[in-house]
């Protein structure tokens, strides 16, 4: 056993001992020792019942003929982070939580772990970790939140992003306070990652999808007992894993990662699965060139209708039959392949046997899509020569092909102000610089700016592009991760206000349109701003973390 460098032997009597101290007996100390990563806090909702979770997680190991041995990592809120300078600290925290687990299972020689998160960064988080790591590991999350139901009409389901837009929707003024009030009460009811597609559902989803957690992972919702059930089944599952020493890097495959990206198309996920799939990828050594989500894409229909974009909840896809429904559909097309191991120690093909599709409205037949092409698309221009990625199938048809001024801003906060502002005029490009990874610091999502476009009616006459991100909640023209970006001289640093931008979706290109002996005039006399923060984590973590178009992991 692994385990064995920590309590096998006389001279490992000391060890013991503390062990001992903590309540383990001789037959659990004995016994394969499996860590379980616990982001459980009373903070975030998708996290507030996690405690729960690992409790059945370690039934599942104890009646498998493991000791469980529980830890902690941090977890934060996207949404409570959201447009103040707590969003710097989101995806810097990613990192951190990579590290912290590493640290864990290294001084404490685990002979597997499982993994439990739930939101945003965690989840891409512990998945860097398991790689690293490379002992038998499985992922459970905490489960989807359910939607709200609108007060103002109780056949309409709500989300968060539907509290982000009623706010611009009382800016301007097609909205009261207390009705804003009513929304902000209903929205979101229960535990759970926020009900819609967004971020931290999407990369769960695509935890299950990439063979590194059971079917049901990514959608059975939070509340529902069988949320409990699937914890004890990945507690007896990891058991299994470790007895047949199916490790990570046996399931995160180069054809694992492109199955991942064919179901990424299919339900229209998050932007932010580009920057952690490319950061999973980068820690088991395989490179995911960007253009491979264009060639996935284009070859990929996109089939589920999710909110933010959508009529559909994850509750919904659960119900219709999950990912395993969707990713039957693509097997049987040819555009996921069936041989890649998965956490149930079988096949994927094997686990998809018996699946099907019970709500054709929910997952369409591959005849039938949303979209012929996939959720997203990357662009590439002079602009953006590492490229920069955009939600497509959450883009209105009018905006797929846009040309306007540019409206240039040097912070969210300063765009955020213009737009609740009505300073923002229908054709305008809205161009945020310096909040890249480095330039943020930590690239911060921006779903306040989005949602009050949308809230305020302009999602289909006004584009939005930055180096920075977008939540998966965000919906429109936004395009985001433009690299390199303004902090590293990038052409972006250039932009001045009123220069045209084009952008042409289907044709994946994004052009300034200046001439290039203005624009290297323009860069000739730039100079790097002064750091935004300079003391720290996020000083260190601006200093070493790369560009978006490499998922942004340290250099």
């Known amino acids: 056993m692994r385990s064995d460098i920590a309590k096998k032997g006389i001279a490992r009597a000391p060890h013991r001992s503390l062990m001992k101290a903590v309540g383990f007996t001789d037959e659990e100390i004995r016994r394969p020792l499996v860590g ?15 405690d ?28 409570i982070a959201m447009n103040h300078k707590g969003m710097h600290y989101s995806l810097a925290s990613r990192e951190l939580i990579a590290d912290s687990i590493e640290v864990t299972a290294m001084a404490h020689p685990f002979d597997a772990i499982v993994l439990v998160p739930n ?7 512990m998945l860097m970790a398991a790689a690293r790591l490379n002992i038998p590991a499985i992922v459970v999350s905490g489960g989807p ?28 003024n097609t909205m009261t306070e207390a009705e804003l009030t009513c929304i902000e009460d209903a929205a979101c009811p229960t535990c759970g990652s926020c009900a819609g597609m967004f971020t931290a559902n999407s990369m769960n989803c695509l935890t299950e999808a990439i063979g590194m957690g059971l079917p049901g992972n990514g959608t059975i919702p939070g509340p529902m007992s069988e949320r409990l059930r699937l914890a004890k089944q990945a507690g007896m599952a990891v058991m299994d894993l470790y007895k047949k020493d199916i490790t990570p890097l046996k399931i995160l495959t180069e054809t694992a990662f492109r199955n991942s990206l064919a179901v990424d198309m299919a339900l229209g996920c998050s932007t932010n699965t580009v920057l952690h799939l490319k950061a999973i990828a980068h820690e088991a050594g395989i490179d995911i060139d960007l253009e491979l989500i264009n060639e996935i894409s284009k070859i990929t229909p996109h089939l589920c209708s999710l909110s933010p974009g959508g009529k559909d909840h994850i509750v919904d896809l ?20 069936g041989e890649c191991i998965t956490a149930t120690g079988k096949l994927l093909k ?10 054709p409205d929910v997952i369409r037949p591959m005849e039938d899509p949303y979209h012929k092409e996939g959720g997203l698309a990357v662009l590439f221009g002079n602009i953006a020569p590492e490229g920069c990625v955009v939600k497509q199938s959450a883009v209105k048809p009018e905006m797929m092909q846009h040309k306007g001024p540019a409206r240039v801003f040097h912070s969210e906060e300063a765009a955020t102000e213009a737009i609740l502002s009505n300073s923002i005029n229908k054709g305008d490009v809205i ?14 999502e921006m779903l306040t700016p989005t949602s009050a476009i949308a809230g305020m009616g302009l999602d289909g006459d006004v584009a939005l592009i930055t180096d920075g991100r977008f939540s998966g909640g965000t919906k429109g023209a936004s395009i985001g991760h433009i690299s390199p970006e303004a902090m590293e001289g990038g052409l972006l640093a250039a932009l001045t206000e009123g220069d045209i931008i084009s952008i042409d979706i289907p044709a994946k ?21 002064e750091p935004k923060i300079k003391t720290g984590y996020l000083a260190r973590y601006a200093k070493q973390v790369s560009s978006a178009g490499n998922g942004a992991v340290f250099k």
């Open 145 to 172: 939140m359910l939607p709200g139901i609108d007060p103002r009409d109780g056949s309409k389901k709500i989300d968060l992003i539907s509290v982000f837009e009623a706010v611009g929707a009382v800016s301007n």
């Open 318 to 337: 659960n119900r219709a039959g999950g990912i395993s429904a969707v990713m039957k559909q693509l097997l049987d097309a040819g555009l996921v392949n």
């Open 509 to 529: 290109t994004i052009e300034l349109m200046v001439d290039e002996e203005t624009i290297n005039q323009r860069l000739s006399v730039w100079k790097r701003p």
């Open 119 to 125: 939101c945003d960064k965690i989840v891409p988080g």
């Open 431 to 444: 161009a945020i610089l310096y909040e890249g990874p480095a330039g943020g610091p930590g690239m911060r």
């Open 350 to 359: 094997e686990n998809l046997a018996t699946a099907v599709t019970k709500e």
């Open 52 to 79: 729960t979770i690992v409790k059945a997680v370690k039934a599942g190991i104890t009646m498998a003929g493991g000791t469980p041995m529980e830890f902690s990592t941090i977890g934060v809120c996207d949404g």
């Open 36 to 50: 379980i990563a616990n982001s459980a806090n009373e903070l975030i909702p998708g996290h507030m019942h996690l």
